[in-house]
């Protein structure tokens, strides 16, 4: 399942056998527990901006001059500290959870970012950008929540010609899989698709793929569901007899352990690519 920084409202009958089946407030307030709220690290993080150029074609890394960033469906901001922390970026975050913005803007605090890193409250659909006024887009396991194609195609506009945009989404490793990770996805996320499709998809949409690259292994495991084991005591503790919180740490428990079986077959591939 791919849970993501972001959270949005869906109903039931829209995403049968997933996530989204669970109360939104249950949602927010179990991933605001963790520190990342999907799979990811900084050095994958710092890797996807490697292939990112700032002004005058210099690496955006080595550049000075405060570019206009936005990163969708931010969460907490655990990638976006990485970005300010290596970039002169002015970034806006944003997310539907105004959990998880209260917590992004004290984590920009922390780092001491807070001049040039804030969080709004906001749907990834109804983005509150001008048309051509960001330099980099960016979303780490969120754009499921849109669709993959829907997502780049629609918040294009908002680049500026030459502007890039970076996004981690679930992507199948092989053509064949076993039935029941076939299924899961099938269910959680029907657009998963292949590296080669999304890369197609992302060319007709108006960009130049510029890299892609699958997430390793730790991404998933040490950064995110080691942590969420401990986390998830916690939660059952705090709602000791809620049969909705025990169901969805349930869910939870088996998306790990389908990792564990298949992963193989599938992860988060970062896709970067600059509009033409």
């Known amino acids: 399942m791919q849970t993501g920084c972001y959270t949005q409202e869906v109903t039931m009958d829209e995403k049968a056998g997933s996530i989204y089946e669970f109360d939104y407030t249950m949602i927010c307030e179990y991933f605001a527990s963790l520190e990342r709220q999907g799979p990811g690290s900084p050095e994958a993080t710092l890797r996807a901006l490697e292939f990112i150029e700032g002004p005058a074609g210099r690496p955006l890394t080595e550049s000075d001059v405060p570019v206009q960033a936005a990163d969708i469906g931010c969460g907490t901001g655990g990638q976006t500290m990485i970005l300010a922390s290596h970039t002169a970026a002015r970034i806006t975050g944003v997310d539907l959870s105004p959990q998880f913005i209260s917590l992004y803007n004290k984590n920009a605090a922390v780092h001491n970012v807070q001049d040039r890193v804030h969080g709004i409250t906001g749907s990834m659909e109804k983005l509150a950008f001008g048309k051509e006024s960001l330099d980099l887009i960016w979303a780490e396991g969120s754009i499921a929540h849109i669709g993959f194609e829907r997502g780049i195609t629609e918040w294009r506009p908002l680049l ?76 059952l503790k705090k709602h000791a007899g809620d049969k909705a919180a025990a169901e969805l740490m349930r869910f939870q428990e088996h998306e790990a352990e389908l990792y564990g079986k298949y992963k193989q077959y599938y992860g988060y591939v970062f896709y970067i690519g600059r509009k033409l």
């Not at 590296?195 to 950064?223: R, S």
């Open 160 to 235: 500026k010609t030459g502007g890039y945009i970076a996004v981690t989404d679930a992507t199948w490793f092989t053509d064949g899989r076993p039935q029941e990770i076939e299924v899961f996805w099938n269910d959680a996320y029907p657009e998963i698709g292949t590296t080669a499709v999304k890369i197609a998809q992302m060319q007709k949409a108006g960009y130049m793929p510029v890299a892609a690259f699958a997430l390793p292994e730790v991404c998933w495991t040490d950064n995110y569901f080691v942590p969420a084991v401990e986390a998830r005591r916690l939660f």
